[in-house]
Each structure stands twice: as structure tokens, then as C-alpha cells.
């Protein structure tokens, strides 16, 4: 049996056809699959912009243009490897708890099969429940953490669980492996100055916007991929991370980020590593009409399949 | 001491200072007031678009052009009553069942003193703690309801609280009269074809939005004004009530709504009655750019402003 | 078996899931249908504003709020019907003549089948191929024909396929019974004072927009019926038909036009005619970045099922 | 010598071309024509959103959609009349009393040739110079003017010009005869509930918004044409004076206000008026971004040329 | 007494609340403040796109998400220094000259308290009457001015007042240490190929954008540092300064622009400097619905407060 | 004769006046220039979001704001050499094949002239038969290719002429100077992995992006100017080699593209060459509702004219 393939556009118009990710089959079965794209349209776990309900269907909607082989790279993930669009989670929007809890088992059921789970936000929330279903499976995980914000408060308004605190849980429940973690792109204002000292406490390391600003990020990559190598590692890939001017439709956007190119070389320079699961959190398409965030967003997942072990 | 006036064009040009509603000066302690401004930025009970959250933001930015005197009605609220904004509610956007509570508690502190509330929404939900406050001084009240949708679903994907199901929730808490209670523009589709059967068997008028096409508004309100008053009224005006084109900021729109007239003929159509709360719900304005619907909006408030008792 | 239904919103949250119409599966064989929704996504047939090609996306992304009820009429469409997405139509978007060739082949092969085609346009270009390929089994049709123009031009820019030509290729290859064609809404300007004369010397009745202003269309749909009954029946709806003001996603949009409301009367004025078919065109939602003109369309799409035969 | 006429679709697509007014040829000399289009893109004199200055520009990139004839009256003012685009008046954009001075210098050298005025705003300021330089010729006019407000404050912030004092400044300078005034559609709010009764006072008739509604505007018509009859006509039409839903791209939007099938039974209803000169203000694209707006007012610039003496 | 904090994300949702900058209190008498936050919504200087009268009330709705401390330089202003927002200036929208006096009039009785005035835009004419203002108490000042253009015009329509010249009128009016000023980020075309030359001729360093390609201006400021030391230093901060693709919502956009990462450095990088006042001007947010550029402006407005004397 | 200047903006405000490119005359014999500006309005060679027939209108709307002096480099090309803009081709906008026969009919005529053609795009279809006609005067041209894309394909959906095709055609039709090739910033996803493989194969030199990423392109184009010089040059330069947060109005836009700054100093690293003509393709004004693409785009043109020979 041949791998899934996106539909190509001499075979039906790209504005044609239903929009799953990049034209993908949507109808292969888990269990004959070595990747799972999965949508998780959560957005209640916001403190800020709402709208990442809608990252799925609008990062679907801008990755019908993307086609198959990477120019820069040669990668094929089609090739090498069975990749389908398994649809969304159906998580309960008026509850944030329950649709932590929905999430999970939407994992643990999708990782009964021998697939890596490729993530379309959805708020930051979601990376709780789905570390929590994949490190039974993977144990503890190294962490490449794009982002804004290093995402490990306490609490927000009272909140154990919400947008901004997913990290600092994953670190007290046990699925990180601390040393093998680094948060880059973080940065901006916090409600202490101190706020990025709890996450280099726990053994992150935590490259500050600062520190990329006018410069390739392929030299950081090399010593992030010697710091989280050694085992499992998941990307998580916050696109307020990128500066508002590349990603504007996002919940809480910051000045002074990282450039889509940086973004593209901290993809890149995952390849090689174990990744066992990645995701893209944070699309907010409203406050982006004319589509650009969602198209960076699918053309960024793409690259992740790019560097998934086997391709 | 005169009342509260709203700051003049001729004093501030209108684009300028501090957007409270209408340029109110936003710090009278609501003991000297008789009517309280309150906005609830809450949109985590909406089933479909969020964005409510910005609604009272919206509606003071765009209630800065509104001037003091009614031009149809001659009337003049703030020579007659002391009204004022009194600012928002500290909802917890991570929790929905926690937010209805704090409503009710910041409803049941406000009016501690003799004030009628005017609430800027958020998303419906709110309107159920809002009675449950409201009605411990008052006791069941009458209703006007403008809606696309009747609100009374028992539960939405499994939960009690939501904005589809306050009315529901009202009836069985015993919140309303309802032999006084009209649900008026109902319309669209529904999972049953008797899913306004319920609001008909609790003794509500419901006029569906097919009732109202092609005409004034005026006559059925005096049919509705004769219906519901006798005791305190409320009025909660979703503006999903009204059409799209007139409408479009708003998280849960349906075709063949009312126009913006018949909007306003409604609510000057409950002048005499004994108003005794109302509000303005689902203004979502990132889905109206060009500020319309938070326009339309701080107007419609503006109009209710005017028939409370006493104006 | 069962007919196939529409995913409902407590099964996965309207914004959640792969977007076909009305959510619905989108895998039945048209072999077990009585009812095929199709898109052409084709807009180079445009002479102003292009941009119908993202209609049946944008059609279906609205779709997905639609319930399965329809609470004026009490019809269940999917009760009495076996209705399904079948996908687009694979246009070649460089090449006029040969998508009108695609066009009628794809409905042929379609019409093989038992079923009635509801179409979501595209530009109105795509009503030649459909009708010369329904013809071949319905014989000519009656025409209901919706619109701001009378598309009759015999060319355009010397061409003799355009969205401003089918109705005179129509009349000219046979596959219309002139007596009974009516055109609803045409208005705006010209480039002859009796550009509306050709329709009438077939046989058409013309209803000006003028005559529309200001009024219920119920009672013309009346006379409509009576004229256009007694044969298989075609209804062709041109968003464009509609006010700007209530759909302006559109191509070449026309001051004075009817309003949603009135749109929904022509419709559900059909009830009772051999509907053999009917489409929705010219919706270019990157002209409406609210969504509005899409789910204006998406709902005028769904009453139309309402009045198939056998609902 | 023929007309000058607008570039047909045929000869050009409606996209290509510079964009004068209708696709006119722009070059002819005021001597040469009946009719003169005149752009002034003055903002400065408005009190609250700005843009406006882009209403000429607007407008004309929206106008080359308009065909010659006009289907419903049949009117051919193309051929009829001599008409062309004659470009823009060089305003000062950072002195309002300077543009003023400019403006009525400009149409005084224009109206040294035999033309009808017809004018794209810019801001309702620019009412005032240009009935300054019209009433030189033609004395005292009458004034069909359509508008939310009735423009008759005797200063706004301590200033005598600015976009609501026009039509005060107009009686004082005895540039209107007083009883052949006709105001249509103000309405909303005020600074004192007797703002409208200046205009009274001077025996303008005053017609409210709410006289309008739900009905056609064709009865009203046969009054005003009674009443403003006997002597030269200006018909000044204001954009705002349509409802927001059908005009968004404007300065000082008013909820209720008419529809623009009401504002094209109010130019139509001039027919057979001694008009001497019209035009359409207010427009600020910006708050349109689809165009709506200007692509209404340009059609009803069409309507006004449609109505003028000699068509 | 503490100093006046921003109100807590925890204590309210960002999203509720008036929006003061940063939520500040907004209630704070001068005489208690070190640093007033002060609007000027003026855009009738403006040559090309108005909408900068809004800027104000833009910048202070995107503000809300700005928190006290900056990781970046762990600096803390709200711990060191008493700032609040004190609302707006009155200009007369209608008159340039006499809005000019008042500003003017404005700053004097604001700094007769002992208070740094951090402005927000408004157009760049502003910083005249604010120049004439303040160097009443401190002298004749050095200036960073970060801008596309130099805004040293002679006359614009033969106007001595406008946005194009404020930086002429100062130095003729002994408002510069001429040999203290620097302008960075010039560029774009000119009326004259020596139009930067009036600048260099009065002492002024002029650093041209193609001067700042791809490269950190840290090196720069250090430069800049020891040229303007040596006295008081105003800071005038035009958004246009930065490329149209990090900050689209202004009037006079011109490509080849810094970047915001530049924006910042500049800002970090005048820290030691005796600033006694700044601006951050010509944020016109209609041209940016995202609401992206008045973010901008709102975080390097707080970058401005964390270099402030005393942080 | 002096040449033909740009309308200043102390002659007429910005805003005001038609819209030419640069508000240049619009009315100049071709016979009497040595530069002819040219729109061709066409978009039906797109494969993916349309729009780019409304490239010449948005970037002359666009174009008003540009001066005539360059401040970086001192060209002055208004000075030198006479320039004006011609208007459009007379595209079919329904017939590709009759559209491309019309482009070269165009362009034989104005090249009968001795002219520098420059012209606005339009989709990149267009510069295959603008090459067809220019080389019948200079034969093979050099080519300075600016793209996302190499535009090399044998054909789309089956169709030899499409705007992905054109430089395979130029080859085959000895258009071209294979050595004297280069094609910058390409880059993305392909159907196969060695996409870009036959362009080397022709001799041409492939910049892909990622040898651009993070540096000024100054030394590149040295490199550039050595390769193509020693004869003819065409410089073809699709806005979609930037990337799309500095162009989001375009219609095939991919990530990783190309700064503004690398677009200026290409283009700027053109002088010198022979350059014989040049276009600027791809912009579709709809997708970027600020105007900043039109806007940029205008900006490169007069970059572009600021190379040409005898600047």
C-alpha cells in the first residue's frame, strides 16, 4: 500500500476540494499511520485575544498550497513515511478542566498506535494533556519550547490550569526531563523580574529573544540539539514566539521576536533528534484576515514533518 | 450636587481622553447613583465565535460620539437620573461556573444600593447571574427578550451554564414571572423542529423573527408592553437579535434578523414599563472592524437609558 | 441505513472537525443519494472582481453553525432526504472553455446517478454546463433566476462564454421552456436602455428590483409559482441579487438590490415546483472578510434543500 | 463634436485604465461640457473619524463599474449631456479657512463656463464655499439635502466653519431661500432637545428619520418637489443620512437612519427640479475596506446626473 | 504613599476594565507624579493618511497587556518613579494654529509641576508647542529623533506649521543644541536631493536608514550617547521611523524602515541619558486593524518609561 | 520640452487629483518618452488566490506618496529621462491564450517607439509575451529574476502558458541568455526535489533564499552585475520573492522570503546593467487591505527607474 498523499494541484485546483492539512487523504486509519495530524480547537485557557478555536480550520484552510518536497532541505516526508490528517478533538468549550481531561484521552487512544502526534492548536493548554498521554508511553521528554513567554507561572487568576502555566506542571508531574529542556524566544514584560529564574532553577535553558536578535539561530541549534539529545524530545512551537510583524493573528503578542527564519532554523535544527511528538500552538486566525499567520503556521508544521525520525 | 452629565464635544474633541461609556466621568460611587453602567468582558460560555470578552471595551470606544439629548424622544436621562459607569466585572475567563458566581457577587454588592443595573456584555451567560441577583430584590420579573435564539436548552455538549441555556436555567431557578415573559426575533434552525415548544409551555410569547419581517415594530409592543408589565421587567437584548448586515460583530449570527429600527422601536416601545435592570449582550467587536456593531450597540444602550422609570 | 446526517454540535464543537457542508460526512457514493451538494470553484468566467473560486470554501467553513431544523418551516431536510457534500468539480482555472467542458462532464457523470445537484458557485458561468447536462435528462426547465443582472448578453469582450452570457446560450441551445423563466431583482445599469428587452421577447417575465422595494416577495412568489410550474424547475441564485449591504462578498455587486429576507421568501416561495436542481453563485468571500456574505449563502443554500420535493 | 463618454467594458476591462470618474475621459475643457465633476478632498472640518480627503479617489476607483444607462428610468444622461470628470480642487489640508477660501475660488472660475456642478466631498464643510460661488449666479436655492444632522450649529469648539455649521452660515449669508428647504433623515442625538428647531425656525421643512421609516420615500418626494419647486435647486446628500448598514464608511455614523433604496427614491424624486448643482459628501473609505460605501455613492452620483435638467 | 501601579491581570482580566495606559490608575494629581503619561490627538498636521487623532486611545487599548517588569533589562519604572496616565489634551480639531497654542498652553500648566511628560501621538506637529513647552524649564535640549524623515521643511502649502516642519521652527526658535541632535532612520525620496542637508548644516548627526541595514544599533547608541550627553535630552519617537512591515497603521509609511528589535535598541539605548521628555507620535491605528502597530507603540512607550533618570 | 514631472505634493494634496502612476501627466506621446510605464491588468494565469488585475490601480493609488528624488542613491530619473505613465493593456480577461496575443500586440506597438518599458503587473504570465516583443529589438535578453518561485514549469494543469510557465517558454522560444541568468530567493515546497534542477541545467544561476537569509545582497549583486552584464538585461521582479509579512498582497506567497531591503539592494545593484525593461508582478492589492504591498511596490518601480540607463 502506497504512503497518503496530499492531492496535487494538477489533479484539482488548490482552492478546490475539502480543506484538510495540505490535502491529505483524512480517512487513513491510525493504526496504518506513522504520523497523526491532529487539531485541537481549544481557546478557553486564553488570558488574553480569543480565537485559537479556529488555528485548525485556519491552518488547514493556508496549507493547501504547500506541495510535498522541501526545495532547501530534499526532504520527503511523504515518502518516507505514512502521514494523515486524523481530525480535531472534541473538547467541551465551556470547561477547561474537562476538555484537559478530553484531550488526554484522545491521546492515549490515538497513541495506542505507533504514531507521532503532530499538533494544531488550540491555546498552550494542550500541551499538559498531551504530554501527560505521550510520556506513558515515552516516559520523561527533553523539550524544544518556542515561545514568548517560558509559560510556568503558578497559577493565572487563581488557575491551576490554563495558557500559561502548562510547564510548570509538566515539571512537577514528572514529564520533563529537565536538563534536556530549552525555552527560546522568550521575553518582553513579567510581574517580577525574576520570572524566567524558576525555569533555569529546574535546569532549562532559557535563551532570551535578546540573544537571537540579528543572527542565524543554526549555531544555537547545534548546542540545543547536544543539550536535549539522549532521548525522547518533544517541540513545542508557540507562534508568539515570532514577532507580531510575521505571526499577528495570535492570542498575546509580544515585541521583539524571532523572525520566520529563525523559526524555520529552529525547526531545521531539531533533525536528528528523537522527536516523538510536536506541536503549533497559538493561532488566533481573526486577528490575522488576510491569512498569513495560518500559512506560516501550516508551513512550519510541514517542516516538522521534515524532521521527524525516518525522513 | 447635579448629576453625572457626559463630557461635551465642545469641551474634549470626541476622539480624545479616557473612553469611559458615553464619557461619563467613570468615579461616582454608586451609592450617589440611580443608574449603574456595569460592563462583563466574559465570552467562555459562547458556543461558536468568541470575542464577547471585548465587548465592553468596544462599546465605550464607540459611545463617545453619542450625545445627552434624544432627538425622537426628547429624552434627557442625564438631567433625570444619576447614571454613571461604574466599570467591569472581575469575571475568571479560565472558569466558567466560577464567573457566574462573581457576578452574582458583584451584582448582589452593586445593588446594595438603590441602582438599576445596565449591563454592556459579554456573552449571554451572564444574564442568568445578573437574575439571580437582581431578583432577590425584586423577585421574579417579567421579560423582554430580543434573541436570534431562545436560550433555553437544557444543557450544551453535557453542562448547565452556558449562553444557550440561561433562560432555562431561570425558569426552573424561579427567577421569572413567566406569564410576562416575550422572547421576540427567534429564528434559524434548531436540532428539533419544537425546539421553541418549551418557551410556549412555560407561558412565554414567543414571536418568531418571520412575525416581525416587512413592518413596525410599534404596534406589537404595545401587545407586549400590556403582556409583561404589573411588576418589574427586564430587559436583555442579544444583539444577534437583529440581522447580520446590521449586526455583523456578533458570535452566533443567523440570517433574516431584525433591522436596527425595529431594535430601537423595541426599546423605546418598553417606555412605562417598570424596567428594573437591562442589558446589551454578544457584541463581539473583532468580527466588525469598523466598530458598526459596538456603534449600534452603545446606541441601543443609549435608547434604554431612556425609558427607565423616571427619565 | 440511516440518511447521512450532519455532525452536531454536541458530538464536536461547531469550530472543530473538517469543514464539508453543514458538517456533513462528505464519503457517501452518490449511488446512495437523493441530494448532492457540489462546488465549482471556478471565477474566471468574472468581469470586475474575482474571487468566487474560494466561494465553496468559504460556503462551507459558514455552514458549519446550521442546525438540521428549520424552525419557520419545520422542515428536516435530512429526515426526508439522503443529502451529501460530493466534493468540487476540477476546474481548469487557466482555461475557460475546457472547465465549462469539465463542468458537464463531472455532472453527467454525477446525473448518472438519481440525484438532484445543489451547486455552490463560482461565478455564474458554471449554470451553462450544468443546465446542458441536466437537460439531457430533465428535458428544458423552468427557471427561477435570481440576480442583480439578466446574464443575456451574447458576448462579452467578444466572448461567447462569460458570467454575463448563459441565459442567451441557455435560451439559444434549448435547454430552457422560456414561458416559464423568471428573472427576480435585475436593475443597476446598462449599456442600452433595453438590455432587459431580449429576456422579455423570449418569454421571461422580468421583476425589476423597483417592483420588489418595500415589500413582501411572498405574494409574488405566488404568481411565480403559478408560471413556473407544470415541468421540471431550476433555481439559479446570484448572491448578487441581494443588496450589498446584506452580500458584499461578491463579484459585481449593484446598489438597490432585495434583502435577506426577501431572498429566503423566493426560496421557500418555490416549495411545491420539480426542483430538478439549483445552485448559489458569484460568493467572493476575500470581500467579506467578516464571513457574513458566506453564511448568508450557506443558509440560503440550506432553505433550499427545505423545498426540495420529497422534504 | 460628441458627448464624452464613459470607456465601456468592452474596449477596456473595468479594472484596467486610469480611474477617472465612470471612466471618462478626464481632458475635457469646462467650456466644452454641461456638467462638471468635481472632487474637493477636505477633511479638516470633521469632527470625528477622519478620511474623508480619500472620498474622491474612492469614488472614482468604484465608478467604472457603472454602465451608461440606467434600467430603471431609462435615463442616457451621456447622451443627453456634455459630462466629465475635471479633477480635484488643490485644498490646504492644514488650514481649514484657507480651503474654504480656495474652494470658492475654484468654483468660481469653473462656473464661469455654463455647468452644473456635481461634487464628490470630502467633508460637509465644503457645502458652504460652493454655495457661496453657485448663488453668485443663480441667487438664492432651494436645498434638498439629505443627512443625520441637521449642519446648523452656529459653532462647533468655538469655531464658525467646520462640517456641522454649514447650512447656518448659508441663512446668515442669505445664500438659501429659506422655504424652499427641505432636510431629510436627521436624527439621534443632541445637545439640546430642541437642536432641530433652529432649522424650523427659518421654515426649513424637517424631516425626521422616523417620519421615514418602513416605507417608501416616493410620497415624500412629491411634497418636496412641491415645496422646493419655483427657483434654482442644490441637493446635498450626505452619506451619513443612509443607515450605517448600508453607508460604514463614514465620520459620524447615526443609528436608524434610511436605506439606500430611500436615498435613491429621494434623487430620483428630483426629477423635474430646476437643479443646479449636487453633491455627495462624507465618505471615508478607510471604514469601508470593501468599498461598499463609495461604490454606493458613486452610483448615486449616477442618479443625481440622472436627474439633472436636460436628461 | 506607594506609587501608582498598572492593575494586576490576577485582580482583572486584561480585556476588562477601563483602558488608561497600562492600567494605570488614572486619578493621580501632577504634583504627586514624577512622570505624566499624556495624550495629544492631533492628526490635522498631517500631510498624507490622517487617523493619528486616535492614536491615543489606540495605544492605551493595546497597552493592557504590558506588565511591570522588563526581562530584558530587569528594569522596573513603577517601583522607581510615580507614573500615571493623565489623560488628554483639548486640541481644536478644526484649527492648527490654535491647537499648537493650546498644547502649548497644556504643558506649561502640567510642568509646572516636577513631572517628565512622556507624550503619545498624535502627529508630529505636536512636538513643537511640547519643545516651546519645556525648554521654558530646562534650556535648549539635545534630541534623539527616530523618523523616516527629518521634518525640517521650510513651509508645507506655504504653511510654517505642520508635520513636516516642527524640527526647522525649533531650531529657529533656540529650542535645540543643534550639535546635540541626531536622526536616525532617514530615508526615501525627497523634493531635492539636498533635502537632508539643512540638518547637517545646523550640526545635526543624520543617520540614514541604508546607514542601519541588517545590524544591531547598539554600537550606534553608544556613539549617540556621548554626542548628546552633556545636557537635557528629548526623545521623539515618529512610529514611521520603523519599516511600514512592523508598523503599518501610520500616515506617512516609506519602505527600507528599522525594524521594532532596532526601535528597541535605540530606546535601551539612551539609558544614562538626562531625558526630560519623549514622544512616541504618528500611530494611526485605522490603517492597522490588528491593533498590531499601537502595541507596538504602547511597548516602546514602556521601553521609554525603563530609561527614564531614577529607573 | 521639459520632461514630464510628478504633480508635487505643494501643488496638489497627496490625496488629491487622479490616480497615474506618480501623478505623473498620464497624457505624453509615447513618441515623446524614453521611459513608458504600462499596466496589464491580468490574473486569469494565477493558480492560487486572484486579484493581481487590480495590481496597476492599487500600486498607482499607491504611487502618490513617492518624490522624485531618490535620498540614498541621488537619482533623480525625472530629471533625466521622460517618463509617463501610459496606462493599461486592453487584456481579454476571459480567453488567457487571446490575452497573452494582446500583451505582445501592445507591446510591439509601444516598442515601435524607442521606449524602456516598466511595467506593473498583473499575474507573471505577462512577461512572457512582453519578452516575445522586447527581444524582437534587442534579441536575447539577461535576466535579473526576483521570485519565490523559478516559474519553470512545462506546464500547469495541462496548460503550456500560466503564470508558473513562463520562463520555460522564454527559454524554448530563445528569449533568453541562459548564462546570463539569474534567479534570486526561490525557495518552499516543490512537486519533485529537483524543481529547481532544470534551471541550472538552461546555465542559470539559483539563488535559493536561504543563501540571502540574515545579509545585505550588496555583495551578491557584484556578483550578479558580472554574470548578466555584456548585453541586454530585463529585470522581472514578483513580489512574492519577499516574504509575505513584507508582502502579504500577493497571491502565491511562501515563508522564508526575502526583506525589503534585500528587493531594494537587488534592485539598486542593477546599475549599470543594459537594463531594457523591467515589470514588478504579483501584487493583488485585495489580500493586503492597508495598501502597504501596492505601496512597497510602487516604492521598487522608482527604485527601478532610478537604474536605468542615463539616470
Known sequence: MSNPQPLGGNAMPRFGGIATFMRLPGTTDPADLDVAIVGVPLDIGTSWRPGARFGP???RSESVMTRPYNMATKDAPFDALRIDDTGDVAINTFNLLD???RIEAHYDELLANDVIPVTMGGDHTIVLPILRSLTKKTGPVGLVHVDAHTDINDTMFGEKIA?????????????LDPDRVVQIGVRATGYADDDFEWSREQGFRVVQAEEC???SLTPLMEEVREQVSGGPVYLSFDIDGLDPSVAQGTGTPEIGGLTSIQGMEIIRG???LDVVGCDLV???PVYDTSGNTAHLAANLLYEMLCVLPGV
Open 282 to 284: 497559538e493561532v488566533a
Open 57 to 59: 480550520r485556519g491552518i
Open 99 to 101: 476538555s484537559v481531561d
Open 213 to 215: 536578535w540579528h543572527k
Open 270 to 272: 531539531c533533525k536528528g
Open 163 to 175: 495558557h500559561g502555566t502548562p510547564f510548570r506542571r509538566a515539571v512537577e508531574e514528572g514529564l
